[in-house]
């Protein structure tokens, strides 16, 4: 027997990404274009936990398309790693009335409504948001594009230092185990080098790279190195590689860390965030559960919930090659 959904709960998890505020818009509005209560969740699993909601209606989510970060706030939370922890978080919905749960975050996210969905039987429906882009099942993670477009800015202006001054500049972004950041950053902003996790390039061969750019005629180069790359121990002992063997550059360190999570999200971000959790919503109508919605081909696919975080985001090996190519 179906069951008929009245209210729906959506909270935001894990590291914050830019286009949260609106698909947390969305899924508000979709649930008022439909009939259907919402109540939003403070701070992830630990506000599930704790009871700690706010009722949202479509009014209540007013010009929040535009702002970076999460208005019902994140955090990560042990408590809901725990089968007790959950046991408590069951409790309180079914207390709060609420029929469904919307879940915005990255694979650690997933991974606790998956169990949730296992223990209790309770629809959860995954949105991906996180920049780093690697979640299965979808070509585009919320907060990516504007990442990917915060970097690139960063980048441009950092290029112009170091034409002025003859730099070699390693600039870090972030992507702790995958490199989709660095290399598409790398590629638009017309780095000499980049390094991702996917490919170790070995120090040798980077050196050898750096060498070849500087007989060319470079005066100055931009290495953009994803923050999980094997090449070195970090971005500090790569720099210092080249020091040591390219004495004539004056090589310098960036590392642009958590100005790409925050800031006004990209247009592509927000359309992205309506369109997903619009999608969400009319899915838990229509009692389909522990999936995530994503986007493939442009289109607004579902996937489930459990291969979204153990499948592989496999990295575009045709870029790679392209960068190969354009680096030289």
Known sequence: MQKKIKTIGVLTSGGDAAG???AIRAVVRACAYYNVACKGFYRGFEGLIEGDFVNLSARSVNNIIQKGGTILKTARSDAFKTKE?????????IAAKIDALVIIGGDGSFTGGTLFFKEFDFPVVGIPGTIDNDIFGTTHTLGYDTALNTAIDAIDKIRDTASSHNRLFFVEVMGRDA???????????GA?????PEENLGLERMLESLKRSKRSGKSSSIVVVS??????????????????????????VTVLG???????????????AS????????????NKSNIMVGLLDNKVVSTNLEKAVKGKHSINKELLRISDIITT
């Open 227 to 252: 923050e999980g790359d094997k090449t070195g121990k970090n971005v500090y002992e790569l720099a210092d590689y080249v020091k040591e063997n390219m004495p004539e550059y004056d090589v310098r």
């Open 179 to 189: 490199g989709f950041i660095a290399l598409n950053a790398g590629v638009g902003a």
């Open 192 to 196: 000499e080098e980049i390094l991702i």
């Open 20 to 22: 949260m505020n609106a």
């Open 258 to 272: 958590h100005i790409q999570r925050g800031g006004s999200p990209s247009c592509f971000d927000r359309v992205l």
């Open 85 to 93: 922890g959950r046991k408590q978080a069951y409790s309180k919905l």
């Open 275 to 286: 369109r997903l959790g619009v999608k969400a919503v009319e899915l838990l109508l229509d």
